[in-house]
Every structure is written in C-alpha cells, then in structure tokens.
C-alpha cells in the first residue's frame, strides 16, 4: 500500500477507534430500576427563619432560609419539600432575612448583595436584584409597607448592608434609593433596621468608636428620602457583645453582655442612653454568653430579655426606665402571633416530668390559656428547643387553634399538632443535620440468629475446652433451635404486615444492606439503613464541634466479624467549651454508649492534632486509637498491655506524618515503645517544600485497607511491567503564585522515609483541585488558566528494575525511583467531588466517581485515563486493549448513576465494598444524600435479574427426559439384538 493510501485511511481508523472508546463503557438502567438500588434525600440545612404561607386562606406552606443559602417552601402537613432553590454556594452566613406578608415573598442573602423575589405557591422567581459590593456581614431588611384606599399593601423592600441602604420596588425589584449610610471608618458590623408608624426609616449602627450612629430617612413625596443624621456616645457598646431591638413605640434598647446591663434611649429624639443592671432588676444569675434581646413582635413596646439557655423576661421599657412584666423561667424559646385581635405570646418549657410544653399567653393580660397548652414526650436525642414558629387558625367552633414548628437543638424541624385535650402530637420531622455531615463510614450488619448459633458453637474455646459428646449435644441442640427459627419465621410470615414484629437489621447473603454511621458538625450521630435510608438509631452529643478543618475522626475499632463481641466504633471530636479533644465509643449498630457513665463521651485535657487507627489489635479484636496531642504527645484509646507488647516488638516500625499547611513543611514520625511502656514519637524526617511562597492544599495517602489483585500489567510481547506498589506513598499538592503566575506543583513523598519520588508543576493552573490515589496511579483534576479550561492528569508508577518483592514492600531498602507515565486530558467541567470505587478483593476494574456541579454522580472507568495511550495506535496496543489518544473527555448520560435526579451540594463521597466482589456500595453526602451500587465491571459472579429460569429449565428438563428415552430406546434395542 502507498504512503497516501495509508493517510487516507488514519483518519477512519481514528474515527472507528474514537468511537470504540466509550462504547465498552456505556452502561445503564431500565426505567424500573428507577428506585430500586438507589434512594436520594433531600435536604435544606438548618433552618434560619421561617414563616408560615400568608398567600391563602389555609397556610399548607411554610417558607425556611437556611444556613446552608438555600430558600425552600415545606409541607405544612407532610413535611415534604414543595419547592427549594440553593443559592450561591460558598455565602457563610446563609439567606440573612426571609420577609414575607400577602402574597410577596422577599429573601436577601450574600450580605445584601442579592435579593429575590418569588412566587409562593410555586417558587418561581419573579425578579432579583444583584450588587457587587463583597459585604462581610450579613444584611438586614424588612418590607416597606404604604396604603392605598385605608388598606396598607408592601410598597418596597428596604435592606441595609455595611454601607448602604437600598430600597427596592416590590413589584419588578428596580432600585428606588441608593445612599451610603456610613463610611467603612464609621461602621462597626452590628447594624439594626426598624420602620416607624410614621413611615420613616432608621439606619442603627454599633460603631467600633464606642458610639451608636443612628441615620432617619423620611419621604417626602417628588423628592425621595432625605437623611438626618445623628451619634450618639455608648461607651459601654462593643459591637461583638451588644445587641439592640426598637420598640413599637421607638425606644432603642440594648443588651450589653460584658456590663450586664440594659440601655436605652428615645430613637427620635434621644441624646443619652439610661442604663439599668441586672442585678438592679433582681436577677442574680445569668449567663453572659446567653444574654441577647428580641422584640416581641412588631408594633409591641414589650421586649423578651434572655438571661440564659432556659430563662427568659418580659420586659416593657421607655426612655429612662425598665419594668419587668413577667418572669420566665424553664423556658427555651419564645415566639408571637396575632389571632382574632389578639397578641399570644407562645413560650417553649419545661414540663414537671421530662416533657415538651408549648403554651400561649395573651399580652393585653399576661395570662396563660390552658386551652393552648399541649405537651409532648421530650426526646434527647433532640436536644433542646432553639427556635419556634407558630401558625393560628381558627378552629370549628371559633377557638384558636395553632400549629408550631419547633428548630431543636441538633438542627431537626418538628411540626406540632395539637390533640384532643392537651396532648400534643408530632406531625412530622426533619433530621435536617443530615446536611453536614462531617464523618461516615459503612458497618457491615450482624449476621442473624441462625448464624449466630454456629458462631457459637464452632467458637474458638469449643474445641479446646468441650468433649466429644459436649460438641455433639451442641450439635443437635443447635439444630433443633434451628428448626424452631424456620417454624416462628413461617409463623410471622403468615400474619399481616401490621401484626409484624420488626426485627433487628441483619446481614443479607451478598452483604449488600450497611449501617451507614453519619456524624454531623451539629454533634449529631446517625445510623441510617442503607436499604432505603431510613434513620434506624440517633444519639445526640451537644457538647462537640468540629476541629478547624471542619472535620471529625472517625474509626471502627472491631467489625462485627468478630462474634460474639459486639462491633465498636469511636469519635474523636472538640469539646466546645475548651477547645480540647473529646473521645466517645458506641456501638455502630444500635447507635448506645460502651460506657453508659460516659454517655457524653470523655474529655480529655489535651489539644488533638491528629488520630490514627493503628494496624494492630489487642486480645478482644479491638483495633486501638492512637491521637497525637498538639505537643506531639501519643496516647492509646483503650489502653492495652497487650497492644503495648505488640507496639514494642514493632518498635520503630510503624511511621505516621504532619503536614503544617501554612508553612508548607512535612514531617515523619515513628512510634517508639520506652521500657516503662510510654509511646513516644521520634521524628525520622522533616521536609520543607521547594517553593515557599506556596501552601499545601491537599495530602492524599493510599486506602488503608485498599486489595491489589494484579502485581503488574502484560505487554503484548508476553513481558510484564510491574506496578510500583508503594504502600506508603503520599500524594501531596501545593498552590501558590510565583512571580505573578499561579502554580500547581504535585509532590509523592515516601511518608517513611521523606523522599519525593516524583514531583511535577502546572504553570498557570490553579484549583479547586480534586485528587485520588490508587494502588500504582494518582488522577487529579484542575483548573488550567492559560487555556481556560479544566484538566485531568493521570500518573501511574512502574518498577524500573522489574519486580522487586511480590509479597512485600519495603521503603527502608535502597531502591531505584520509579518510572512514571504520566498523560493530560480536557474534562469538559469542574467536579465537586472525586473518589475511586472499591472491592473487597480488588479483582475488579476501578472506576472513578465524579461528582459534576449541575449535581450529577457519574463513573469513569479508570482504563480510559491511561497514560499510555498512543496518538497512532499499533497492533500491539490493541492486542494490549489500549485505547487510542483523544485529548477530550466526554460525559456520557448512560454513567450518570443520579439518572435525572440532582444531588445538590456534593462535598464527598464514600464508598464500600460488598459481599459481592463486581459490587461497590457508594454514599454520595452534601446538601442531599444518594446512596447506589457500581459495578465497574459488570455483574460476573452472580445471575442478572433478568436471566430467564423458565428457558433453562425447561431446557434441562428436555434433557433429563431426552436421556431417559434415549436409555430405554438403547436398553430395548440392546434386549432385540441378543434375541437375534
């Protein structure tokens, strides 16, 4: 063949190979499958404000901004999420005001710098309004109201960021006034909005200057708002620990936390505070952390005073006095509502035995209505009550009757129905906190009754401690209780699903079903069944928080593999009133304390500054936890005598790292076992990246209990090349910018000994940066500046020298640098998320999970990104079943595993393996949760659901009767012929 008629053809071939690509593949589901393996929760986060629809007759609607930025509407009655819009991701103080009145629903969000306006029933959105002025505290606003024909309507929104007032229309959201209330200089953060009766606006500011700046804006028709402004000396005011409210009747009054003191002063004409203590008043305790101020409700010239967690005031104050109304103690939180004419004060307390009380009473007298109280069962698991929002309606026979929707203590939404008489009931619930989790893990179910008796009796102590006719009676009892199981489930079979006993979850034969184990930044811990997501155990821990990465340790000691011991896990968390670190133990499957005296979990008088899982095990099977204190001190949890043996014998052997992010440094320690038993660390090398100006961003080791089927890879002439399966390998990523030019430099640093085995360096490339690291090979992906675009690169490590040890690796041994492969690709997105899928035995093909931003969950199968892979393929590669080099990547709608499904706000993924060694279980966990099954490389070691068993057998059955005939036809003809 000519040269020319080998380059006409190289276009086809690549064509045809291009093709080929995606097409092994490409996988997906039936339309009813939909729901079958997989299940996704929806979430809002916790909740800020709330108010109830006011858009219909019957309120069905209750609008929330959350934490979390996101704006939704909830089913008054099911608690199920009629609408919800997340906003822009990355505001740290969520939706700042949630105004709402008729038929005008208004949010502000991003310091002020974007208002909304939506439709209520359907959550459409009407208009927005987007500033750029980058505030770093929250806005405040309310809706402006006018009249027209003796009814008042909302004329506009007025919101008040650092520097600026705006007051937008409410019809199509266009800016009416814009005026820069304060310099920068002037203002101190803490800023107050208010609407006199009168129509005119008050700009309250709490300057940094010991000064409270106050700005009025009055209307005056063809001119617009002309401002007047006035300070006033506070030198008791600090803007971290005073708060201040505006009366009906507008008196300013101020809580100032480190005084202990209230303030106030005419908002009209006022040119001096009057201050007033709590002791004055005839308090003699309180907490100062919990002390803050509200307004009872708009209008009103009462104000609720808090003293501490479960004390509350009622107070009404003027110009130079304070006067308590009412005292009231036992109570959480405290709200106000308006029905037949009439102010109800609804209060949240402490019933006399360990119950709920709502309870309303009217301010005109200050009396409690027993015809509102209800009460219900007061559950710790939730905390106490933080925030309520009540709704009234009228009932039948013309009383009031009232809905309350109750924010607690671990983020949970409970709505409250009231019953006959004063029995309260839950209508629904919310676990909300679900939205941030901060840890999870997968625990394999306990294995059933059934199993259990042979756990039993093929223990380890039955054949050394029982005779012969012991073990045999065992035998035949353990079969009789057996039978006995099979007849009782028969039995519960046959009764009606309501009848039903529910039983404990147990291990399925592929051991597909998990415990999933969530713990979330609210210190709520969950166990969700993986089957469906249902909450199967939750445990409330309100004294933790997360550490300053934003991150808990969590660690499953012993699995339930080892019977009869139950399964343990721990928590290494903070302890929020000191900073310290805190350890709690429980049982992953039912969720209860292994020490019921510690049932909170047990402080510990050290700074954590990092926990590790060591890989050894003490004579109960329990994996101990090794936490590094911020003085690099080492202690065990439990401690062991005969952990401490194990660590003597392994003196020196066991090597763990700190990466200092500022400073971009890296250092080795090893644990060193002294003769009086005390574990210390001995550090084995310290390592100061390259390039100063840069901080690391990332440190990604291998998975620890990560299974390696294949030690090398087969060319096509018959020759292997042989992983580089460095078990202690680190992948680490700094980002900085050198001489005005962004950098993105990768660093493998062998974590026993220091040495970087390989680093490379992308100019002009900048994150997010999303990493895995896997067996041989590390995929990153990133942001590519010069041609605005984003990158995967993948590298994967071979031996230079052939295979050195096929059991074991040994980084203390002197070796050659690996040979690395590396190669780019185009991705057309950014990612939210990455991670790699994983069996129990590691035979099959990995596959990337991809976490899009549009909310997607996709797998990309790892052969894809392949170094090796040749511009001009050759008969070699394709007998090697390489592919040809394309430099973009595509996203094929068949790997989406979300289908049409959006999975909002995906900060990670964990992923399982199961029974099956094709499986993969994987938690995709954010705003929302997914929870599917991957198989990488199809299902090979179990029958497809859709295998035809009647065309077997029928099959099979033709067979053995074809036999049979084809028997009795030889044996007669067998009988003729010796006739003959």
């Known amino acids: 063949m000519t040269a020319h008629g080998q380059g006409s053809l190289l276009p086809w071939i690549l064509l045809v190979a291009t093709l080929a690509v995606h097409v092994p593949p490409t996988s997906g589901m039936y339309e009813d499958q939909i729901g079958k393996f997989d299940w996704h929760q929806q ?46 991701r990355g505001d740290p103080w969520g939706v700042d005001a949630v105004l709402h009145k008729n038929s005008v629903l208004v949010t502000v969000c991003s310091g002020g710098d ?53 007051i937008l229309s409410a019809v199509d959201g266009h800016e009416m006034v814009s005026t820069e209330v304060w310099s920068s200089g002037e203002s101190g953060g803490t800023a107050i909005l208010h609407q006199a009766s009168n129509g005119q606006l008050f700009a309250i500011s709490i300057s940094s200057q010991s000064t409270i700046q106050i700005v009025s804006y009055t209307h005056v028709p063809g001119k617009g708002y002309e401002a007047v402004k006035r300070v006033v000396p506070a030198g008791w005011a600090l803007p971290q620990s005073t708060q201040c409210v505006v009366t009906g009747d507008n008196i300013l009054v101020c809580s100032e936390a480190s005084s202990n003191s209230l303030h106030t002063m005419s908002l009209v004409d006022g040119s001096a505070f009057s201050a007033v203590t709590l002791l004055s008043l005839g ?255 939750q445990y409330f821990l309100p004294n933790i928080r997360c550490f300053s990465q934003g991150e808990m340790y969590l660690f499953v000691q012993r699995t339930t593999a080892h019977f009869p011991h139950p399964p343990q896990a721990m928590l290494v968390a903070q302890e929020k009133a000191t900073g310290n670190g805190l350890v709690f133990t429980f049982n992953p499957t039912t969720g209860q304390p292994v020490n019921t005296s510690s049932a909170s979990g047990i402080p510990q008088p050290f700074k954590v500054l990092q926990a590790n899982l060591l890989p050894v095990m003490n004579n109960h099977h329990l994996h101990p936890v090794m936490i590094v204190d911020s003085d690099h001190g080492v202690h065990i949890f439990p401690p062991s005598s005969s952990v401490l043996s194990v660590l003597k014998k392994n003196n020196g052997k066991i090597f763990l790292h700190a990466a200092d992010l500022a400073k971009s440094t890296l250092t080795g320690f090893s644990l060193a076992t002294s003769h009086d038993g005390t574990v210390e660390l001995a550090q084995a090398w310290h390592l100061s990246l390259p390039i100063p100006s840069q901080k690391i961003v990332g440190v990604v080791p291998r998975r620890a209990n990560e299974h390696v089927h294949s030690q090398g890879r087969v060319l096509s002439d018959r020759s292997v090349m042989y992983k580089y399966l460095n078990p202690n390998l680190l992948a680490v990523v700094t980002e900085g910018i050198e001489r005005d030019i962004p950098l993105l430099t990768l660093y493998l640093v062998d974590a026993v000994t220091g040495q970087v085995v390989y680093s490379m360096q992308h100019k002009r490339a900048s994150g997010p940066i999303h990493l895995v690291h896997s067996e041989n090979w590390v995929v990153y992906h990133y942001w590519n500046g010069k041609f605005r675009r984003h990158e995967m ?25 690996p040979l690395v492969l590396q190669q780019a690709y185009i991705f057309p997105t950014g990612l939210a998320a990455m991670a790699v899928s994983n069996t129990e035995r590691g035979i099959t093909a990995r596959s990337l999970l991809l976490a899009l931003p549009n909310g997607g969950l996709m797998t990309f199968p790892k052969n894809i990104l392949d170094p090796r ?35 909002e706000g995906i900060r990670g993924i964990h992923i399982g393996a199961a029974g099956l060694e094709s499986t993969s279980v994987v938690l995709a966990y954010g705003l929302d949760l997914f929870y599917t099954r991957i198989m990488p490389s199809q299902m090979f070691d179990v029958l497809k659901e859709d295998f035809d068993y009647f065309f077997i057998s029928s099959i099979l059955l033709g067979l053995v009767m074809a036999t049979l005939i084809t028997h009795r036809l030889a044996a007669m003809k067998t009988l003729n012929r010796s006739w003959r």
Request: glycine share 4%; hydrophobic share 40%.
């Open 283 to 537: 308090f003699n305790s309180w907490q100062p952390d919990s002390l803050a101020i509200r307004a009872v409700l708009v209008g009103r010239k009462e104000v609720v005073l808090r003293l501490a967690k479960d004390h509350y005031v009622l107070v009404q104050a003027t110009a130079n006095t304070v006067t308590i109304l009412k005292d009231l103690p036992d109570v959480y939180t405290t709200t106000t509502a308006r029905s037949q004419e009439r102010d109800i004060m609804f209060v949240v307390k402490k019933g006399s035995k360990e119950e709920l009380v709502v309870t309303g009473l009217y301010l005109e007298n200050l009396k409690e209505d027993p015809a509102l109280t209800q009460m219900i069962a007061r559950q710790l698991h939730y905390g106490s009550p933080q925030q309520v929002t009540v709704y009234t309606f009228l009932k039948r026979d013309g009383a009031t009757g009232y809905r309350a929707l109750l924010q607690m203590e671990d983020q949970s939404l409970l709505m409250l129905q009231q019953l006959q008489g004063n029995q309260g009931h839950v209508m629904w619930q919310r676990n909300e906190a679900l939205a941030s989790i901060s840890a999870v893990d997968q625990v394999d179910l306990p294995v059933s009754e059934t199993e259990s008796k042979f756990e039993e009796e093929f223990g380890e102590e039955s054949e050394e401690d029982l005779s012969v006719w012991q073990m045999f009676t065992r035998r035949i009892s353990t079969q009789l209780e057996q039978l006995k199981d099979l007849a009782d489930k028969f039995e519960e079979y046959r009764k009606p699903k309501a009848k039903q006993v529910e039983k404990q979850l147990e291990r399925d034969p592929f051991n597909l079903r998990k415990m999933i184990v969530a713990v979330t930044s609210a210190g709520k811990l969950y166990g969700l069944d993986s089957a469906n997501g249902d909450v199967v155990w």
């Open 114 to 166: 974007a208002v909304r306006a939506w439709d209520p029933a359907s959550g459409t959105l009407l208009w927005e309004f987007l500033a750029k002025e980058k505030n770093d505290s929250p806005a405040k606003a309310l809706l402006v109201e006018g009249k027209q024909n003796d009814r008042s309507y909302v004329e506009s929104v007025a919101v008040l960021t650092k520097k600026t007032l705006r």
């Open 43 to 88: 979430y809002i986060g916790a909740v800020r404000q709330a108010a109830f629809d006011q858009s219909a007759p019957v309120s069905k609607r209750i609008f929330v901004g959350t934490e979390s930025n996101v704006v939704a509407a909830i089913n008054s009655r099911t608690g199920q999420l009629a609408w919800r819009h997340v906003q822009e």
């Open 869 to 903: 892979r040749p511009i001009i393929p050759t008969k070699q590669h394709q007998e090697e079943g390489v592919y040809p080099y394309m430099p973009e990547l595509h996203i094929n709608p068949m790997t989406l595993l979300t289908y049409n499904q959006s999975v």
């Open 793 to 817: 690169t993948v590298l994967e490590l071979f031996e230079s020298q052939g295979d050195r040890n096929s059991t074991t690796f040994s980084s203390l041994s002197t070796q050659s640098l």
